[in-house]
């Protein structure tokens, strides 16, 4: 019933309605060329106070030159070649027709930039994924005024320019000696780097916004509006436009979206309006389903608990025309992802009947945030981002219910620590505020589920290539000799096992998806005192040269095995009841250990996650998964880096008892630590 009164509704508000108008006197306008970090551009200005429009790449330059409210052009970075037959379209005569406006492209937009001026981009062996160190010509460029002459920036991208040309300027070089910033010789204000300066992993990427936007004359005086009263304003306005009788249904996880979204629900029109359900649909933590019945309690938001573990394992779905396999038999990540998200909406039609609602008079809630559709490639973000994985509340039925105006995001402009500062602003506790994201599919997508090994073409050329890497005669600018010594002085002048893991995982790379193998690192002896910044620039590396890997992790116990880092065998594994049960006690243990040394808010995030790869050892004959742990620490949710061990971020005596306490479970064949910043690596593995 509730699905079938979705097309009497009307159709959804797009995102430009959760922006304030185009009426301020100066803007900068951004040029969507499908970024992953396109919406990160939009918050860094916005925390500049200079307001932002969104436009198509393809905007005409006579545009833009006849609104004098435009002081300048941000073109963002995008997923595709330049030279692609799909590229998204693009005046080629953009740059000459705006000779007075200043223009800055990120990474594709560099790439447009040299392509419009005969300079040449080419896929190279090497990619260039996480933190870099570059050279800048502090003398020669405006982004670079103030600044010291190496930077620490975000690169992730697979082409590269390779000659700039004679009509540009090269400003800035990646410690790989790739070009990363150029500017036109004879309009400098017209300036292209590789690497994104939007992003909290470019250090001083605010600062080079800042100069830019000086040059562009910008006066840093626009203001958003107050974000809860222009949120409320729009609950209110939606739910007057169709009838004082609507009711709206919340589905609240318990993470801070959902509680953030439901807590404005409540204040903006009053509790005998707003239903607030809560699916435990088999897939939470430790008794979370009790936790976030307690914390919603606290806050003034009765929540009616929804036990539908079965519901889940059986369901199935419509993906291009064809029908699932039931969840408990699904292997795939992105199926897995949409039965959940399809289900969660499903589910919605017996939740009605059973509370007695009626579904023409009722909108669904959900706390969507811009990073959810970003990473979705939902049109409300981006006309033209890559989908890295589909978010359980971004599903097409989702987008279907969306289309035809029962769904209500009153978030979906906002990013997480946004989101934190609303819910201060609503009174909510810090505890319940600050607590770590967990994500609507719980657990689900932390089993990483495999019906058999897979493996690459070249696994055996890959890990070579890796070893070579770390001990070879031949140098790399990837890794400096110093690094080197380092690592052998890390473990002790042990080998450094190298394996390529026989299961995929995703990542986000050069601002498209990867389904991709992981990396393994192994050595007989521990990584001794302060080696782990040597470890960690090692994986850092390893993705720059192996483009088939995008993730990497150390073998870290149970214990300290002298046997070598190789897979003996590969668990059929799927959502069956057992196998989640596993991953919550692991999971549960880890969470422990980061409440016993207050890391919990520390740190952004620590996904737990359960391999179905068991490695040759003395645990072999009764293992049956491996477990990761993945911690990351970021601002913005869209970059971050993983927690290195003998830091603030993972004491070693933390991660002593994290290894201690896992090897209590006697299925576990190894533990193993995540080194994989974001991109390669995404947070989650699926």
């Not at 029109?269 to 649909?281: L, M, N, Q, T």
């Not at 990540?333 to 969660?344: C, H």
Request: neutral net charge.
């Amino acid at each position: 019933q509730f699905l079938y009164f979705i097309g009497f509704m009307q159709r959804a508000q797009t995102l430009r309605k959760h922006i304030v108008p185009h009426d301020s006197p100066e803007c900068v306008v951004v040029l969507d060329a499908g970024s992953q970090f396109g919406k990160v551009i939009d918050r860094r200005l916005r925390e500049l106070k200079v307001e932002s429009r969104l436009m198509p790449l393809d905007t005409r330059p006579e545009t833009i030159a006849n609104d004098p409210s435009v002081k300048a052009v941000v073109i963002s970075g995008g997923p595709t070649s330049v030279y692609a037959a799909d590229a998204p379209a693009f005046h080629q005569d953009f740059f000459e027709k705006l000779p007075n406006t200043p223009v800055l492209g990120i990474c594709y937009g560099m790439q447009l930039l040299c392509k419009a001026f005969a300079g040449t981009v080419a896929a190279t062996e090497s990619r260039e994924d996480g933190q870099d160190v570059i050279a800048c010509d502090t003398a020669s460029c405006i982004l670079f005024r103030g600044l010291d002459s190496e930077q620490q920036v975000l690169l992730t991208h697979g082409d590269s320019v390779t000659d700039a040309g004679e009509h540009l300027s090269v400003v800035a070089r990646s410690s790989a000696g790739v070009i990363a910033a150029v500017v036109r010789r004879d309009v400098p204000h017209h300036i292209g780097v590789q690497f994104h300066p939007e992003v909290d992993l470019t250090v001083n990427g605010a600062r080079m916004f800042r100069n830019f936007l000086e040059t562009a004359g910008c006066g840093f005086t626009y203001t958003m509006a107050d974000r809860q009263q222009h949120a409320i304003t729009q609950i209110r306005k939606r739910l007057d436009e169709m009838g004082s009788d609507v009711r709206v249904l919340c589905l609240a996880s318990g993470g801070v979206d959902s509680t953030v979204c439901a807590a404005l629900l409540h204040k903006a029109i009053g509790a005998d309006r707003v239903v607030c359900v809560h699916v435990d649909h088999g897939f939470m933590r430790h008794e979370e389903s009790k936790t976030v019945a307690k914390s919603l309690a606290a806050v003034g938001v009765h929540l009616h608990v929804v036990e539908a573990t079965e519901d889940f394992l059986k369901a199935t779905t419509m993906i291009d025309g064809k029908r699932t396999r039931p969840l408990r038999h699904t292997v795939h990540p992105e199926e897995k992802r949409k039965i959940i998200g399809d289900t969660f909406m499903t589910l919605m039609d017996r939740v009605t009947r059973d509370l007695g609602l009626r579904a023409d008079k009722l909108l669904l809630a959900q706390g969507t945030l811009r990073p959810d559709l970003i990473e979705s490639g939902s049109h409300l973000a981006s006309n033209k981002a890559g989908t890295i994985k589909t978010h359980h509340n971004d599903t097409q039925l989702v987008r279907d219910l969306r289309a035809k105006g029962r769904i209500i995001e009153p978030l979906c402009d906002y990013h997480k620590d946004e989101v934190r500062e609303l819910g201060k602003a609503l009174g909510l506790p810090a505890a319940l505020v600050m607590r770590q994201p967990f994500p609507g599919p719980g657990l689900g997508i932390r089993v990483l589920c495999a019906d058999g090994p897979f493996h690459g073409p070249n696994d055996a050329a890959v890990a070579g290539k890796g070893r070579a890497l770390i001990d070879g005669p031949e140098r790399s600018p990837f890794l400096p000799q110093a690094v080197r010594e380092q690592l052998r002085s890390a473990f002790a002048g042990a080998p450094i096992e190298v394996s390529v893991l026989p299961i995929r995982c995703v990542g986000v790379q050069g601002d498209a998806r990867t389904y991709a193998q992981a990396l393994a690192l192994g050595s007989p002896k521990p990584v001794g005192e302060g080696g782990w910044p040597a470890v960690v620039r090692l994986a850092t590396a390893l993705p720059k040269v192996l483009q088939s890997i995008n993730r990497v992790v150390i073998s870290i116990g149970p214990e300290k095995e002298t046997t070598p880092l190789t897979v003996r065998s590969v668990t059929p594994t799927t959502l069956r009841v057992d196998v989640l049960d596993k991953l919550r006690a692991a999971d549960h243990i880890v969470t422990e250990a980061l409440v016993k040394h207050k890391l919990l808010r520390t740190l952004s995030q620590v996904p737990v996650v359960l391999l179905p790869v068991v490695f040759d050892g003395p645990r072999a004959a009764t293992a049956t998964h491996s477990i990761v742990v993945r911690t990351f620490v970021t601002n913005d949710f869209m970059t971050g880096i993983p927690a290195t061990p003998g830091t603030r971020y993972m004491p070693l005596a933390c991660l002593e008892d994290i290894v201690h306490g896992l090897s209590t479970l006697p299925w576990i064949s190894r533990v193993l630590y995540d080194l994989t910043a974001k991109p390669p690596g995404t947070t989650e593995w699926e």
